[in-house]
């Protein structure tokens, strides 16, 4: 079987080419291949240089290949040099820093993101002295660069889309040229994506897909004369890359070489290069997903798709013998447990008997399976699915029947009674179809009477019911406890601690269990009556948090709550939210706190044991009566050992699943997933490491052409991600020693918004550093690499000037420096609006919108708002979810003041904008950013000023990850806006004035996009009288 071959380039009769996360070389004339590098990462792009000695290439690092760098190779002496410390952020949608170009000196021009605030875009630098010093270009965004005729060809935006295919929105490749004059015009700008642009003679080649499928096409230096050459229909050509005379190019895991003076396509026969083993080893805890508690010293879980049944210790191991890939192991009796196992049609359902080993599946497909509980004696199963169906499933037939079935969302929270008579389940609703927000109630159903009984009104969120060991009592929490808490920093409230639990006697007379009620007063009638039952509902008296379990005991009830956190680590890292497990007394009404720093729980089936995963990734097990006796789970006694090849088959199948059966619109899903399927399953098999099949998999995800088609996080390899050392400063070499050019500082008295020298209240511009620890620093030692041996700890820094003033300081060496280069960016730009408004305009930006775009947002509008004029930045906006609540604060404007004996007016509204507004978007600012650009122009709340926004507009809600932990994110729920309809799509929010950002105003250092806001509020406000009270001489 070959392989998959990437990233080729060519000079003269010499191919290089990637491989196997390796880098080949293949002679045309001989027809020999050679493998140059190995083992040093994932390489995923490689380029000769001019003089064909030299090859720079890009290597990936960190298990989500989260970093990246450049290195050198020399074909002479088989060195290997790393030439960058950047650690550009790398994603599979974005390859930060990396191979932009050659100068006609041969140096090496690199594109990273690393020394600028935003992650939407990258900047060209020209490596010098083999990494001693990097010269920016100062041109602004671009990926590519070229030179013809002593001029610059940039191309802005031109890196690959294979998850976009079809793109037409504003941050579609454009590729601009240098004029005579010193400035650049635009020459290739089509109403569809351009990417991997090269020059051969006086054309420029690059890749489009302007006629429905990618080909390759050039026009000439002016972008005209534009010409198709390909004709390819099964695959679309990938990086292109030329010696000047012939093109060589990537399509369907293959090499061609096109000639452009014969308008010929030759196909590379390379031939098998690697035939690994295809067998896998893994650490079972490193891929643990679903877990619980089994009968005695035995539990369950799933790691990697396969179910393991082990005692604690880990002595006694056992793998259900199904292929992958199953997804929940639950305990259906003694010795047996139920499973979930998912194929490319669907979910089933199995049972395993441990003590026999038979293994007995149903054929009845459940659907996609987010949820599972089993009663108690093993004969039936619930299960939810993306129908938004509860199912039981009878566990000796295998067949199911659907208890309910909600309009709006999964029911996926379920518990089955001890006595296995009643399944309570919290029901997603809405009282009409445009309402916006789902409530739940708790609906109860009765398995003899096949009836549905509610069980709270529906006027609230009530989740998580249980029942108690007797079966009398049923158990849920609610968000009833309403008590508002106030913003410290506007006039705002949020509720944050508003969950309680609640208790419902199954049966009329019974007393609430929390309360001591005398014997005498008990009336119980001994028969189960759920008619009315919510009238019965009563709160337990605990105090009001954010719980998401509640657990009845004997004479106690436990408590899994999540204390109030910020949500910053959580949404942007991914980090789990750390649970309390609390117990209340109900003798003594008081609460203890039992554990701490719990990320996940399940309990056994009787409720008397509890099995959690805490914050430390591994998995405990512990008596709930005695939770001090807590033992670690040995989960990696025994490796897990799987096939390459048929995980790779069943990863790509799952990921085509999802996109068929998460894709927003069902029609088009319908028409095209089988042909998707297809097409790209039968290049699984050339696949030899995860980022081979990666590339497979976003190709066949771009097939739907449309946004947030996304492959993200996931396990490629063992190297460990690449370090960058920042005290956030910018250096130059003057001489062989390196000068700070300048330092980098927000607001001095905010955290972490300055370089850390500016600790010793010194100005560290213009100072030499000398040595860093002792280590001498210069052009042969360089300063980058020494920083990054330094990433993350305290490091001694001798500085120095020319007239002999040197000083020793104590610094932390940062491992990424971003926010306060972002920080400085934006008060910058705040003091220019500032100063050049004469004090009349205010300056907001927001980076995105979530929880970082929220404090900046707020940070700012506090003051801000309260100039006659408001410039609303949102260029580089990385998206979210919240533009509702800027647009909500933005809308407010002022109606009057309150005036006080003593002080200064209050406005009313508080939170209100003073005057005049402007908002600036460009191309970088997508997804939610793409609605807040719309809604800001279409509410009229001022002009809409910049370039085109990205375009992307159909959101996501990733649920399930890959054996390897891969997120797939499929969009699902397209944007629809009155007057456009689905429009923004794919095409992005159109300014009310369009203003370019060309390179050469980079160069210049001028920023046309801000000075035109500023111009045009001060001709708005040129006209704009303000009336404020005057305080009467006479009482009101």
Request: net charge negative.
């Amino acid at each position: 079987m070959p392989n998959l071959l990437l990233n080729p380039d060519i000079n003269g009769d010499r191919i290089i080419f990637v491989c196997c996360d390796d880098l080949w070389e293949h002679d045309l004339k001989d027809g020999k291949t050679r493998r140059i590098v190995t083992d040093i990462g994932v390489i995923n792009n490689a380029r000769f240089y001019p003089d064909g000695r030299r090859i720079a290439f890009r290597v990936m690092r960190g298990a989500p290949l989260n970093t990246a760098e450049v290195y050198s190779y020399d074909s002479m002496n088989g060195q290997v040099r790393r030439l960058t410390y950047f650690s550009g952020r790398s994603t599979g949608r974005r390859m930060f820093t990396d191979i932009a170009g050659f100068d006609p000196e041969g140096n090496l021009i690199i594109s990273s993101d690393a020394m600028h605030p935003f992650s939407s875009m990258t900047y060209l630098y020209k490596v010098e002295k083999d990494g001693a010093d990097f010269v920016p270009l100062n041109v602004g965004p671009a990926t590519h660069i070229m030179f013809v005729d002593g001029r610059r060809v940039i191309g802005r935006n031109t890196f690959e889309l294979p998850h976009w295919k079809g793109y037409r929105g504003g941050t579609r490749g454009k590729i601009w040229i240098e004029t005579d004059h010193g400035t650049f015009k635009k020459i290739v700008d089509i109403s569809t994506h351009v990417s991997s642009p090269v020059i051969v003679g006086h054309r420029i080649y690059f890749i489009t897909d302007i006629d429905g499928f990618g080909q390759i096409y050039s026009t000439d230096l002016n972008g005209g004369d534009m010409r198709r050459h390909t004709s390819f229909s099964d695959y679309y050509p990938r990086h292109l890359n030329t010696d000047g005379r012939r093109i060589v190019f990537s399509m369907g895991g293959s090499i061609y070489i096109f000639d452009p003076n014969t308008e010929k396509v030759q196909k590379l026969e390379i031939g098998d290069l690697e035939s690994p083993d295809d067998r896998l080893t893994n650490i079972p805890s490193k891929f643990a997903e679903d877990f619980s508690p089994l009968d005695g010293d035995l539990v369950a879980f799933v790691s990697r798709g396969q179910a393991i049944i082990q005692d604690v210790s880990g002595s006694y191991v056992m793998k259900v013998p199904e292929p992958l890939r199953i997804r929940y192991v639950r305990r259906a009796g003694e010795t047996k447990v139920a499973f979930i196992r998912g194929t490319r049609d669907g979910d089933f359902l199995g049972i395993y008997d441990y003590r026999t080993g038979s293994v007995n599946e149903f054929n009845e497909n459940l659907g996609n399976v987010f949820a599972m509980a089993v009663n108690k004696t093993g004969k039936f199963a619930v299960v939810a699915n993306d129908r938004f169906e509860i199912l039981m499933v009878d566990l000796e037939s295998g067949t199911s029947s659907v208890i309910e079935r909600s309009r709006e969302a999964m029911i996926t929270d379920f518990a089955i009674s001890d006595n296995s008579r009643f399944v309570a389940y919290s029901f997603p609703l809405k009282h009409g179809e445009t309402d916006g927000y789902v409530m739940q109630s708790i609906h109860v159903y009765d398995v003899d009477q096949r009836k549905i009984f509610k069980a709270t009104t529906e006027n609230s969120h009530d989740y998580a019911p249980a029942f108690d060991a007797d079966s009398k009592n049923l158990y849920y929490l609610s968000y009833r406890s309403l008590d508002p808490t106030p913003d410290r920093v506007v006039l705002n409230f949020s509720f944050e601690v508003v969950s309680r639990p609640f208790v419902i006697p199954l049966k009329p007379g019974s007393p609430n269990p929390t309360k001591l009620v005398p014997p005498s007063m008990v009336s119980e009638s001994g028969e189960y009556d759920l008619s009315d039952m919510y009238k019965r509902s009563s709160p337990i008296n605990v105090e009001p948090g954010d719980y998401r379990m509640v657990i009845p005991l004997e004479s106690s009830i436990m408590l899994y709550n999540v204390p109030v956190h910020g949500e910053y680590a959580s949404y942007y890292q991914g980090a789990p939210e750390k649970g309390v497990l609390i117990k209340y007394d109900v003798k003594t009404k008081k609460t203890t706190e039992v554990k701490r720093n719990l990320t996940d729980m399940r309990l056994s089936v009787d409720g008397k044991n509890a099995m959690v995963r805490k914050d430390d990734g591994k998995l405990y097990v512990f008596a709930l009566e005695k939770p001090e006796d807590e033992r670690m789970v040995e989960t990696d006694r025994r490796p897990l050992s799987s096939s390459r090849l048929e995980e790779f088959l069943q990863m790509y199948d799952e990921a085509w699943k999802l996109a068929r059966d998460n894709y927003w619109n069902e029609v088009v899903a319908k028409e095209v997933s089988d042909r998707i399927y297809d097409k790209y399953r039968k290049l699984v098999p050339m696949c030899v490491t995860r980022f081979d099949l990666s590339n497979v998999i976003v190709e066949m995800q771009g097939e739907y052409r449309t946004s947030h088609s996304y492959e993200m996080g996931g396990t490629f390899t063992d190297k460990d991600q690449f370090k960058s050392g920042r005290i956030a400063c910018d250096f130059k070499l003057n001489g062989d020693r390196y000068e700070i050019a300048k330092a980098y500082v927000g607001d001095y008295s905010n955290e972490g918004e300055k370089s850390p020298i500016f600790e010793y209240g010194i100005d560290p511009t213009g100072y030499r550093i000398e040595d860093i620890d002792g280590e001498p620093v210069s052009e042969q030692n360089n300063l980058f690499r020494i920083l990054s041996e330094k990433s993350g700890t305290s490091a001694r820094i001798r500085l120095s000037k020319e007239n002999g003033e040197a000083k020793d300081l104590m610094i932390d060496v940062l491992d990424d420096d971003r926010f306060i280069r972002y920080r400085s960016w934006v008060e910058e730009n705040r003091r220019y609006v500032h100063e050049k408004s004469g004090g009349m305009i205010g300056y907001i930006h927001i980076p995105d919108m979530g929880m970082m775009g929220l404090n900046e947002f707020y940070r700012l509008f506090i003051n801000e708002s309260s100039y006659p004029g408001l410039i609303v930045d949102v260029r580089f906006n990385g998206g979210g979810f919240v533009s509702q609540l800027i647009i909500e604060k933005l809308m407010n404007r002022r109606l009057g003041y309150d005036n006080p004996r003593r002080g200064t007016l209050s406005p009313y509204p508080t939170n209100s904008v003073r005057g005049k507004m402007i908002a600036i978007t460009n191309e970088y600012a997508g997804s939610d950013g793409d609605i807040f650009s719309f809604s800001f122009k279409k509410l009229g709340l001022g002009k809409l000023i910049g370039t085109r926004t990205w375009g992307g507009v159909v959101g996501i809600s990733p649920r399930r990850r890959l054996i390897d932990g891969t997120v797939l994110s499929q969009p699902e729920f397209a944007f629809w806006f009155r007057d456009t309809g689905f429009g923004v799509e794919n095409y992005g929010v159109d300014p009310d004035v369009e203003v370019e950002y060309a390179p050469h105003d980079y160069l210049k250092g001028k920023d046309p996009q801000l000075d035109y806001a500023i111009g045009s509020l001060m001709e708005e406000l040129r006209n704009w009288n303000e009336e404020l009270p005057q305080r009467p001489d006479k009482n009101i």
